[in-house]
Structures are given as C-alpha cells and as structure tokens.
C-alpha cells in the first residue's frame, strides 16, 4: 500500500535541477525534467551517495560521488540496465509536490 505525501513545492526545483527529500523516513531524489517531475530513491546502489545532489542531464542523473548514472524516468543504469533504482509516482497538486512512498 503506497501513500501519497507531499514533499517539496514546485517552485523549489527549477528545470535541470535535482533535491534531496526526506518523507516519514524514506528518502527520495526529484528531478525536474524539461518541466516534468520525477523520483527515485535518493540512495545510490553503488555507495550509498545522494542521488538528488547529482548532476542531471537530460533525463539522466550522475551520482555525485563516483558518477554512477540512472535514467531518472526507469530507474535503470544506461550502462548496466540490471542495475536499477526505485522509481516512485509522482502527482502535482497546485504548487504541491506529492510522490507516493510505500
Ligand atoms: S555512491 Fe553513487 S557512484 Fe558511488
């Protein structure tokens, strides 16, 4: 059973840009792709990084710490596709950002 929770306004992610958030304890990365909102869990599988303090391109987010990539839409590693991230729905309510979290 998932939940649906706000986590973060749409005024605190600009297009290109990343966050790090925390939601009854589990801990999500967004990404705003070309206006579009995405998110994935924030723990990168390599180590452990912060995915939302990462670098996005396009829709591809770079971990910060040793530069694992993910496509923030799939949850996949373009390199290695069986490598993958939680991905978790997304829904904009007003300025709200919800995402539901198990
Ligand atoms: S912790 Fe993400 S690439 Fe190493």
Same mark, same amino acid.
């Given at each position: 059973?998932?939940?649906? /929770?706000? /986590?973060?306004?749409? +005024? $605190?992610?600009?297009? =290109?840009?990343?966050?790090? *958030?925390?939601?009854?304890? *589990? #801990? !999500?990365?967004?990404?705003? *792709? $070309?206006? +579009?909102?995405?998110?994935?869990?924030?723990?990168?599988?390599?180590?452990?990084?912060?995915?939302?303090?990462? +670098?996005?391109?396009? $829709? /591809? *987010?770079?971990?910060?710490?040793? =530069?694992?990539?993910?496509?923030?839409? +799939?949850?996949? %590693?373009?390199?290695?596709?069986?490598?993958?991230?939680?991905? #978790?729905? /997304?829904? !904009?309510?007003?300025? $709200? !950002? %919800?995402?539901? !979290?198990?």
């Amino acid at each position: 059973m998932t939940k649906a /929770v706000t /986590v973060a306004k749409l +005024t $605190d992610l600009e297009p =290109g840009a990343c966050l790090s *958030v925390e939601a009854e304890g *589990v #801990y !999500i990365a967004l990404y705003n *792709v $070309d206006g +579009t909102i995405y998110a994935t869990d924030n723990t990168c599988p390599h180590a452990g990084g912060p995915l939302g303090e990462g +670098t996005l391109c396009g $829709d /591809v *987010v770079e971990c910060p710490w040793h =530069g694992w990539r993910f496509n923030v839409k +799939t949850g996949k %590693r373009p390199e290695n596709p069986d490598l993958t991230v939680d991905c #978790y729905p /997304v829904e !904009i309510a007003g300025d $709200d !950002i %919800r995402v539901s !979290i198990p």
